[in-house]
């Protein structure tokens, strides 16, 4: 069978009225279209890929944060606990600094006591807000103004420094009530005095 030359060149009919034939420059339109393809699917792999790491870093900084926050909480009660157990230390120390033998202080003050005087009640108690200061009640009964002034004066040669006095009478009895602080010397008659006090 023979075929005309005129048709072999393709196989369809040409009609230049209809529609022209593509220029051959237009063949390189698929190859950019599936190039593009090939990119975007690419693209396409490695944003998944780097979402993937973003998301595993999000978790592991989440997780640091959650034991940095744990740590924080862990050192802040360690650190309460340090300045309650501070705190406690200072008070013993406190008290302990205020904590002075009190047997001669009331040996002195029982030989304090003349003939005709007689000590009916000794206190001697500390306060835990000021543990440096003992505070002295005692009631007499038959004293006058010289047993007074000889009790004042066997505090002050127990090494006592008194103030804020308070004393009341009733009939022969004598209530006497003093702040101490203990000194390193016993406190001169002057310097004792010079307290505030209420005799």
């Given at each position: 069978?023979?075929?005309?030359?005129?048709?072999?060149?393709?196989?369809?009919?040409?009609?230049?009225?209809?529609?022209?034939?593509?220029?051959?420059?237009?063949?390189?339109?698929?190859?950019?279209?599936?190039?593009?393809?090939?990119?975007?699917?690419?693209?396409?792999?490695?944003?998944?890929?780097?979402?993937?790491?973003?998301?595993?870093?999000?978790?592991?900084?989440?997780?640091?944060?959650?034991?940095?926050?744990?740590?924080?909480?862990?050192?802040?009660?360690?650190?309460?606990?340090?300045?309650?157990?501070?705190?406690?230390?200072?008070?013993?120390?406190?008290?302990?600094?205020?904590?002075?033998?009190?047997?001669?202080?009331?040996?002195?003050?029982?030989?304090?006591?003349?003939?005709?005087?007689?000590?009916?009640?000794?206190?001697?108690?500390?306060?835990?807000?000021?543990?440096r200061q003992i505070q002295?009640?005692?009631?007499?009964?038959?004293?006058?103004?010289?047993?007074?002034?000889?009790?004042?004066?066997?505090?002050?040669?127990?090494?006592?420094?008194?103030?804020?006095?308070?004393?009341?009478?009733?009939?022969?009895?004598?209530?006497?009530?003093?702040?101490?602080?203990?000194?390193?010397?016993?406190?001169?008659?002057?310097?004792?005095?010079?307290?505030?006090?209420?005799?």
């Amino acid at each position: 069978m023979y075929i005309a030359p005129q048709i072999t060149h393709d196989i369809k009919t040409e009609r230049a009225d209809v529609l022209p034939p593509l220029p051959n420059v237009l063949r390189i339109i698929p190859i950019i279209f599936y190039a593009i393809a090939a990119l975007s699917l690419g693209l396409l792999g490695l944003t998944v890929y780097q979402i993937r790491g973003a998301t595993v870093g999000l978790e592991s900084a989440q997780k640091r944060a959650q034991e940095t926050q744990r740590q924080i909480e862990e050192t802040r009660a360690a650190r309460a606990t340090l300045e309650n157990r501070a705190k406690l230390a200072a008070n013993v120390l406190q008290w302990v600094e205020g904590a002075t033998a009190l047997q001669p202080l009331a040996v002195a003050l029982g030989r304090s006591m003349g003939t005709k005087a007689a000590l009916t009640e000794l206190t001697l108690s500390r306060d835990e807000k000021a543990p440096r200061q003992i505070q002295l009640a005692l009631k007499m009964q038959s004293a006058d103004a010289l047993q007074i002034e000889s009790t004042i004066e066997a505090v002050r040669q127990s090494s006592f420094r008194p103030f804020s006095a308070k004393q009341s009478q009733e009939g022969n009895r004598v209530s006497y009530e003093v702040s101490l602080i203990h000194q390193a010397a016993p406190v001169p008659k002057e310097i004792s005095e010079s307290a505030p006090a209420n005799e």
